[in-house]
């Protein structure tokens, strides 16, 4: 399978000032020996791929009431141990949420289900137990374990789910990007072009590297044309309950990953919108303002649900019912319920719901808008939420269920 590619330049530059760090901090200390005769290649496959195509027709923002089924708010417990700041990843697993903070508190959160603070992960040090630099965290559900990526010390470190050490293991690569784990006990990374990785040879322009729970790389998948050159600021490897999917940015397609094939599942049809010419750029703002791509994705039992960014960075988000085959884009919502959310936190899912964090700030402001303006009524148990919430408390996970379109 053939693809084109553009020339992408990205400088940002608390990455490069990271990637600094790492390099000074990694000088000197080897890889594990790396086999690269036993690597192989994972093929990429077409197979009944379904086309979705996104059109200008993009509704003006809309009641509440019209698209969302269910709803319910989690408090994620505030205490001085469970504070955190920002949120990257969520996975909600084993009656626990794992909340992932890379940029703040750089910890990992564990909650009950229920969002009673158990545990925080991520204490500096030099002790197998300890991190350098946490950089994201999948969860084996072969296993029941959790496995967090110190992107200082190149290891990935396993923990029961309850936050208890069990054993750390050497990535034979360097990787900023976030991973998963296969039911076959295989760790999926996603990767991208770095002239730390020459060890791997070829292999270091693959954007998908599988190695096995001993950390032995054994196959690649997707190869990085040699005219693109950008480097992830975003975690493109994520799951739907079992299954993992790759999202490469820019490129407006989702594949399915498993051990034996790469298989593109959806394409992103932008042919109504403004087309991208041109063969390169020299500033990375240029391209990404001329080009149509999806931001945020996320796939839960029944729908998709993505933020489309289109030419002068403006955002619209769409819902995309997998039976029906029906697909909605939206401006945004206008609350006629005690429903809400915040796109910018990002978006994940749980069996037949989609999860958001959404601020105290946000849900306090709603039920003022509610009581002063609307008056709509709302549900006992989140005006509990809303009344115990104070302004400096954790985020609030929010799940989601969507009408049939």
Not at 269 to 295: A, G, Q
Request: charged share 25%; proline share 3%.
């Amino acid at each position: 399978m053939k693809f084109s590619y553009i020339f992408l330049i990205v400088i940002i530059g608390t990455s490069l000032f990271c990637s600094g760090c790492q390099h000074v901090f990694q000088k000197g200390r080897p890889f594990p020996s790396v086999n690269l005769d036993s690597v192989m290649v994972v093929p990429m496959q077409e197979q009944q791929v379904e086309i979705i195509t996104v059109t200008h027709e993009i509704k003006e923002p809309t009641p509440v009431s019209q698209l969302i089924e269910d709803f319910y708010y989690v408090p994620l417990e505030t205490t001085e141990a469970s504070l955190f700041a920002y949120c990257n990843q969520i996975e909600l697993y084993g009656h626990r949420i794992f909340v992932f903070d890379r940029h703040g508190t750089e910890k990992l959160f564990i909650f009950s289900d229920k969002g009673k603070f158990l545990k925080s992960l991520g204490e500096k040090g030099e002790a197998p137990f300890e991190f350098f630099k946490p950089g994201s965290f999948a969860i084996d559900r072969e296993k029941d374990q959790l496995v967090i990526y110190d992107n200082m010390k190149r290891k990935w470190m396993r923990f029961t789910l309850d936050g208890k050490f069990i054993a750390s293991i050497d990535v034979p690569f360097t990787t900023i990007c976030n991973f998963q784990i296969l039911p076959s006990g295989e760790y999926v990374t996603a990767t991208h072009k770095t002239r730390m990785n020459t060890h791997l040879g070829q292999y270091a322009d693959y954007r998908i590297l599988y190695t096995d729970s001993t950390g032995v790389l054994r196959k690649a998948a997707y190869d990085i044309a040699e005219t693109e050159h950008s480097a992830l600021v975003y975690d493109p490897v994520g799951r739907n309950e079992e299954d993992v999917f790759y999202v490469p940015i820019y490129l407006n397609e989702v594949y399915t990953v498993t051990d034996t094939a790469l298989t593109l599942k959806y394409k992103f049809d932008y042919s109504d919108f403004n087309p991208f010419e041109k063969e390169s750029y020299e500033d990375f703002r240029d391209y990404r303002l001329s080009h149509t791509y999806v931001h945020q994705y996320a796939e839960n039992d029944t729908h998709l649900m993505f933020v489309t960014s289109d030419k002068d960075d403006y955002r619209f988000v769409s819902f995309y019912d997998k039976r029906s085959k029906k697909l909605i884009n939206l401006a945004g919502f206008y609350n006629d319920t005690d429903f809400v959310m915040d796109f910018g936190s990002g978006l994940y899912s749980y069996k037949d719901y989609f999860m958001a964090l959404v601020s105290p700030s946000t849900l306090r402001g709603l039920k003022m808008h509610i009581d002063q303006t609307t008056h709509y009524s709302i549900r006992e148990d989140n005006k509990v939420v809303f009344e115990n919430l104070k302004e400096d408390d954790n985020l609030v996970l929010v799940f989601f269920k969507i009408k049939d379109l």
